[in-house]
C-alpha cells in the first residue's frame, strides 16, 4: 500500500493512495461506518490494515466514493511521518558526492539528526533562515521509515524491520554547517526536513539498492543518480544504527545524497539558493516532493 498524511485545519489524517486519486480514511470510515486506523503511527506500529483495503474497494466502487477521494493535485499534503522518534541523517553516503566535496570515504556511516520541528510536507514552504544564514542548498535522500523495534539487528535481516520508504530533502544551510565541527544546526532548521508526498510500502520495493535519485531547482537537473552509488546500503545503515541505539516504529532515516549539490561545485560557481526557487526531489518508486523557499 502507498501512504500519506493529509493535513486538515486542526489536525492530520491517514491518506492512502488509489487509482482515482487520494482516499481520506477518516472521511471513508464514517461514509461506509467501517473501523479503520486513521493514523499512519497507528498502521507503522501494527495496527490491522484490512478495513483500509475495504475502505479502498468500497470508495472505489460505490457512487458516493467520490465524496472520500482526493485528486492528487487538490490534496493538502502533511509530512508522511509526522511524528518520528527519531530523525537520523547520514552524511557523505555516496561515493561522488565524497569525491565532489574533496572528503575521503568514511570508514563507518557518519550520522546526524534533524528535529521533528524540521519537518514539512510536499508542495510545502521552508522559511529561510536569513539572518544567521545565506548558503543553502538542496539534498535528495532516500528515506526509510522502520517498522519494527531494532536493537543489535544484523545486516542480513535488517530489511525485515522496514515498514516503508518515502522522498526526502535533507535542506542544508552550509554555513551553518562549517560554524562549529558539528553539522547538527545548519541541517535542522525549521523546515529543513522536507518529506513525502509518500510512504511506500516495503513490499513494493524489492531492492532499495537501484532507485533513481534526482533533484530539480526551477526545472533544470540538478542531481541524477542512483542508489547503487551509496557507501553504505540501507541494510547496513540500520544495522550499524541499532548497535548503538534502539530504532523503534516510526523512526525515520534520511540515507544520504548524491553528487550534485551546491557544496561541490567550484567556488566561482556556487550559486546558493534564495526565496522563491522551487526544488523538486525525486525518487524512484517514491514520488514527487516539491518545496518552495520564502
Known amino acids: 500500500m502507498t501512504f500519506c498524511t493529509l493535513a486538515g485545519r486542526d489536525s492530520s489524517t491517514l491518506g492512502l493512495r488509489t487509482e482515482r486519486g487520494i482516499l481520506d480514511v477518516a472521511k471513508a470510515s464514517k461514509l ?7 493514523d499512519i503511527h497507528a498502521v507503522i506500529e501494527g495496527a490491522d490494515c484490512a478495513p483500509l483495503m475495504k475502505l479502498t474497494e468500497k470508495a472505489l466502487s460505490a457512487k458516493r466514493g467520490k465524496r472520500v477521494l482526493i485528486p492528487e493535485a487538490r490534496a493538502r499534503f502533511a509530512p508522511a511521518v509526522p511524528r518520528p522518534g527519531k530523525i537520523i541523517c547520514v552524511g557523505l553516503n555516496y561515493r561522488r558526492h ?10 563507518v556511516p557518519i ?3 534533524k528535529y521533528n520541528t524540521a519537518l514539512i510536507g510536499h508542495r510545502g514552504k521552508i522559511p529561510l533562515p536569513t539572518k544567521v544564514s545565506s548558503q543553502f542548498d538542496y539534498e535528495v535522500e ?3 521509515v522502520m517498522g519494527r523495534k531494532s536493537r543489535d539487528v544484523p545486516e542480513e535481516k535488517a530489511l525485515s524491520h522496514i515498514f516503508g520508504y518515502a522522498n526526502g530533502n535533507d535542506f542544508s544551510a552550509r554555513d ?3 560554524a562549529t565541527s558539528q553539522l547538527m544546526l545548519g541541517k535542522t532548521c525549521d523546515g529543513f526536513a522536507p518529506l ?5 510500502s516495503a513490499d513494493q520495493i524489492a531492492d532499495p539498492q537501484n532507485l533513481k535519485v534526482a533533484t530539480y531547482v526551477n526545472g533544470e537537473q540538478r542531481q541524477n543518480s542512483n542508489t547503487a552509488d551509496m557507501i553504505y546500503s540501507c541494510a547496513q545503515i540500520i544495522s550499524y544504527c541499532s548497535r548503538h541505539m534502539t530504532l523503534l516504529p516510526g523512526d525515520i532515516i534520511y540515507t544520504g545524497t548524491p553528487q550534485g549539490v551546491i557544496l561541490g561545485y567550484p567556488p566561482g560557481k556556487q550559486v546558493w539558493l534564495k ?8 525518487v524512484e518508486k517514491c514520488g514527487l516532493l516539491e518545496v518552495t523557499l520564502v
Open 275 to 282: 526565496a522563491g526557487d522551487k526544488v523538486v526531489t525525486e
Open 142 to 144: 532516500l528515506v526509510v
Open 196 to 200: 513525502g508526498p509518500y510512504i511506500v
Open 98 to 107: 565524497a569525491q565532489e566535496t574533496g572528503n575521503p570515504i568514511p570508514p
Open 176 to 178: 551553518l554547517m562549517r
Open 111 to 113: 550520522l546526524f539528526n
Open 32 to 38: 461506509f461506518r467501517i473501523k479503520a486506523p486513521t
